[in-house]
């Protein structure tokens, strides 16, 4: 028999209760419960300067421009400069990448960088009476100093050389960092109230001088003596130090190199090289004794260095420099093969039977590695390769900390940024405690991004991102629900563009292409700030709410409700009966299950 159809005039029968469901207090069934709890998204956890990029991400995303570049200042006095040189170790982690591509955090970065540029500098008021001596002028140098000045202290930083900037000046080429934009970031930094002196030489003794005038002292002076490459005939006018050759034609000048060029290595240095000697028309040859994969340079810098048509000689090892007619060498090499992992964790290359082969070539640019500069510190600072810090990055001398290149961090400009930051802490807490203040606990692994680096924000206990229940765990892609997601492609700049829609055009692979030479032009155009404000809206707000009120509209048992002038949640837990229901809806992972009475 069929049923009968069910028309506006028979509904179906179902019970109706007269009586407020209020008085079903399913809370009762429960034996688990919901719990707001905000994570850590991975990027932040990666990013070397302790950037709250999931943070500044959803300021952007909120149309909060200007607090979104608060948020970025707060961790990272320079994002121009970040957002072009950094080997950007957060999209490495970004979860966004298990899904379609990962957030262009870096390119975000740089737009919002340019902005800061462009404004008036934040006016950092002086609080205390100590000053600070910083001795070198390079990414850890400049960002000790501008943590301590936002700290409110007197900060003088020292440089050797005639214009400050140390590293990002005299190794990065122009085609990666315009010398417009550092200058226009140290005039940020000097209009900021620091105190900047060029031209004036420190070495140990004077450090512990300095003593006398400031209540601590910060040495950064970085690595600026390339390794050498220990193989015969190295002493032949046509070896040249690869970092020599990049200080010499940031410059301005224009070393005779001729038109072949060995480069030897395979890290960031290298790459600069083997670009830098392309542009001044020659035509270089990267010689790495290990594969593409194991190479230590940014990736994107190799494949631009690809691109740009620079041949590379992967397994492949000097054994001499042969010194040959006229202004000519020839480079004698070993194939090579690798063997079982080092210390680094890389496979370590060993010589092949393969034999050798020779490449003639009027300069040889040897960048294997550099030597950190310790002059500055007093012998009991450093050991023989680096200087001896704590976690905070204090020396064994009294009153001297040490950061950056020079003590043993990974060699990036990020590291060097977050060492800074590091020792600016340190010293605030030491002259703080000295003064019978009192600092925040101990505990340094509180302030630490989960294992990162460090929050100023924690240290500071001032961070302006409401968290909810707060942890320092890392929430992984397992841990979205990437129902709640669609995919957008990652913005890209103008030359990788179907539609090129950003200026500037004829950028140095374009003008390349052209068939002029390469020059020391921009190569990455960036984003415009609609696409950076595009991107922004792509990232997915790892482990951290960003109020998009679904677990309250999911709800089945209406349990949830928006705080009353807050940013947060309640859940009225006499309604709750515990099914997860807004726990496995969380696009972020913002809220876990936990047992009833733990
Ligand atoms: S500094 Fe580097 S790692 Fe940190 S957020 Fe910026 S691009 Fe990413
Ligand atoms: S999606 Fe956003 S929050 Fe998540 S890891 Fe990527 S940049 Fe960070
Ligand atoms: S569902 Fe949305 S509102 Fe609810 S906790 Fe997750 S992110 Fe926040």
Same mark, same amino acid.
């Given at each position: 028999?069929?049923?009968?159809?069910?028309?506006?005039?028979?509904?179906?029968?179902?019970?109706?209760?007269?009586?407020?469901?209020?008085?079903?207090?399913?809370?009762?069934?429960?034996?688990? #419960?919901?719990?707001?709890?905000?994570?850590?998204?991975?990027?932040?956890? $990666?990013?070397?300067?302790?950037?709250?990029?999931?943070?500044?991400?959803?300021?952007?995303?909120?149309?909060?421009?200007?607090?979104?570049?608060?948020?970025?200042?707060?961790?990272?006095?320079?994002?121009?400069?970040?957002?072009?040189?950094?080997?950007?170790?957060?999209?490495?982690?970004?979860?966004?990448?298990?899904?379609?591509?990962?957030?262009?955090?870096?390119?975000?970065? !740089?737009?919002?960088?340019?902005?800061?540029?462009?404004?008036?500098?934040?006016?950092?008021?002086?609080?205390?009476?100590?000053?600070? =001596?910083? /001795?070198?002028?390079? %990414?850890?140098?400049?960002?000790?100093?501008?943590?301590?000045?936002?700290? &409110?202290?007197?900060?003088? /930083?020292?440089?050797?050389?005639?214009?400050?900037?140390?590293?990002?000046?005299?190794?990065?080429? +122009?085609?990666?960092?315009?010398?417009?934009?550092?200058?226009?970031?140290? !005039?940020?930094?000097?209009?900021?109230?620091?105190?900047?002196?060029?031209?004036?030489?420190?070495?140990?003794?004077?450090?512990?001088?300095?003593?006398?005038?400031?209540?601590?002292?910060?040495?950064?002076?970085?690595?600026?003596?390339?390794?050498?490459?220990?193989?015969?005939?190295?002493?032949? %006018?046509?070896?040249?130090?690869?970092?020599?050759?990049?200080?010499?034609?940031?410059?301005?000048?224009?070393?005779?190199?001729?038109?072949?060029?060995?480069?030897?290595?395979?890290?960031?240095?290298?790459?600069?090289?083997?670009?830098?000697?392309?542009?001044?028309?020659?035509?270089?040859?990267?010689?790495? $004794?290990?594969?593409?994969? *194991?190479?230590?340079?940014?990736?994107?810098? /190799?494949?631009?260095?690809?691109?740009?048509?620079?041949?590379?000689?992967?397994?492949? =090892?000097?054994?001499?420099?042969?010194?040959?007619?006229?202004?000519?060498?020839?480079?004698?090499?070993?194939?090579?093969?690798?063997?079982? %992992?080092?210390?680094?964790? #890389?496979?370590?290359?060993?010589?092949?039977?393969?034999?050798?082969?020779?490449?003639?070539?009027?300069?040889?640019?040897?960048?294997?590695?550099?030597?950190?500069?310790?002059?500055?510190? %007093?012998?009991?600072?450093?050991?023989?390769?680096?200087?001896?810090?704590?976690?905070?990055?204090?020396?064994?001398?009294?009153?001297?900390?040490?950061?950056?290149?020079?003590?043993?961090?990974?060699?990036?400009?990020?590291?060097?940024?977050?060492?800074?930051?590091?020792?600016?802490?340190?010293?605030? #807490?030491?002259?703080?405690?000295?003064?019978?203040?009192?600092?925040?606990?101990?505990?340094?692994? *509180?302030?630490?991004?989960?294992?990162?680096?460090?929050?100023?924000? $924690?240290?500071?206990?001032?961070?302006?991102?409401?968290?909810?229940?707060?942890?320092?765990?890392?929430?992984?892609?397992?841990?979205?629900?990437?129902?709640?997601?669609?995919?957008?492609?990652?913005?890209?700049?103008?030359?990788?563009?179907?539609?090129?829609?950003?200026?500037?055009?004829?950028?140095?692979?374009?003008?390349?292409?052209? @068939?002029?030479?390469?020059?020391?032009?921009?190569?990455?155009? &960036?984003?415009?700030?609609?696409?950076?404000?595009?991107?922004?809206?792509?990232?997915?707000?790892?482990?951290?709410?960003?109020?998009?009120?679904?677990?309250?509209?999911?709800?089945?048992?209406?349990?949830?409700? $928006?705080?009353? @002038?807050?940013?947060?949640?309640?859940? +009225?837990?006499?309604?709750?009966?515990?099914?997860?229901?807004?726990?496995?809806?969380?696009?972020?992972?913002?809220?876990?299950?936990?047992?009833?009475?733990?």
């Amino acid at each position: 028999m069929s049923e009968p159809a069910v028309t506006h005039d028979s509904p179906p029968r179902i019970s109706v209760s007269s009586t407020s469901t209020l008085a079903n207090r399913t809370g009762s069934w429960k034996y688990i #419960r919901p719990r707001y709890q905000d994570g850590v998204a991975p990027c932040n956890a $990666r990013c070397p300067t302790g950037v709250d990029v999931e943070g500044y991400m959803n300021l952007l995303r909120e149309g909060r421009i200007a607090d979104a570049l608060d948020l970025v200042l707060r961790e990272n006095p320079m994002p121009a400069i970040t957002g072009r040189v950094c080997h950007h170790p957060c999209e490495l982690a970004c979860n966004r990448a298990q899904y379609d591509d990962p957030v262009a955090v870096h390119l975000v970065e !740089r737009e919002m960088g340019d902005r800061v540029l462009s404004m008036p500098p934040p006016v950092l008021r002086r609080t205390h009476t100590e000053k600070v =001596a910083v /001795v070198g002028s390079g %990414p850890a140098g400049l960002a000790c100093a501008y943590h301590l000045a936002r700290l &409110g202290y007197g900060v003088t /930083v020292f440089e050797e050389a005639a214009k400050a900037g140390g590293m990002l000046r005299q190794g990065i080429p +122009d085609y990666r960092l315009p010398r417009d934009i550092l200058d226009r970031q140290i !005039r940020w930094f000097s209009d900021a109230g620091i105190e900047f002196r060029c031209n004036t030489r420190i070495a140990g003794e004077y450090a512990d001088k300095l003593l006398r005038d400031y209540a601590a002292v910060f040495v950064a002076t970085g690595a600026h003596r390339s390794r050498p490459l220990g193989v015969t005939g190295e002493d032949s %006018p046509r070896v040249m130090a690869g970092l020599d050759f990049l200080k010499a034609v940031n410059r301005g000048e224009a070393p005779e190199i001729g038109r072949r060029v060995v480069v030897v290595g395979g890290g960031n240095t290298a790459i600069d090289c083997a670009r830098t000697a392309l542009r001044l028309g020659a035509t270089p040859v990267v010689l790495y $004794r290990r594969t593409r994969q *194991e190479m230590p340079a940014i990736a994107a810098e /190799v494949d631009e260095a690809m691109r740009e048509g620079i041949a590379f000689e992967f397994l492949a =090892a000097p054994r001499a420099v042969h010194h040959l007619q006229g202004r000519q060498a020839g480079v004698e090499c070993e194939r090579m093969v690798l063997g079982e %992992p080092d210390a680094s964790g #890389r496979r370590r290359p060993v010589p092949s039977n393969a034999g050798t082969f020779s490449i003639l070539a009027e300069t040889v640019l040897t960048a294997i590695g550099e030597e950190p500069g310790l002059e500055a510190l %007093p012998l009991h600072a450093a050991a023989p390769d680096q200087a001896l810090i704590d976690e905070l990055g204090a020396t064994p001398a009294a009153g001297i900390w040490a950061g950056g290149d020079a003590a043993g961090i990974e060699r990036t400009v990020s590291d060097a940024l977050g060492s800074g930051k590091v020792a600016a802490i340190g010293i605030d #807490r030491a002259i703080r405690t000295r003064n019978g203040e009192e600092v925040p606990p101990n505990d340094i692994a *509180e302030l630490r991004w989960s294992g990162g680096n460090i929050s100023m924000s $924690r240290w500071r206990g001032d961070d302006p991102v409401q968290r909810h229940g707060a942890t320092n765990e890392v929430v992984g892609f397992d841990r979205l629900n990437t129902a709640h997601f669609v995919h957008v492609t990652r913005q890209r700049e103008a030359r990788d563009a179907d539609h090129v829609t950003v200026e500037p055009v004829g950028t140095a692979f374009e003008r390349a292409t052209d @068939g002029t030479a390469f020059d020391f032009g921009e190569v990455n155009p &960036g984003l415009t700030a609609m696409q950076a404000l595009e991107e922004a809206r792509r990232c997915l707000n790892c482990g951290v709410c960003n109020q998009c009120e679904l677990c309250l509209i999911l709800c089945p048992d209406v349990a949830i409700t $928006r705080q009353e @002038g807050g940013t947060g949640f309640d859940i +009225d837990l006499n309604y709750c009966k515990g099914c997860g229901v807004c726990a496995m809806e969380c696009p972020r992972g913002a809220i876990v299950m936990t047992r009833e009475g733990l």
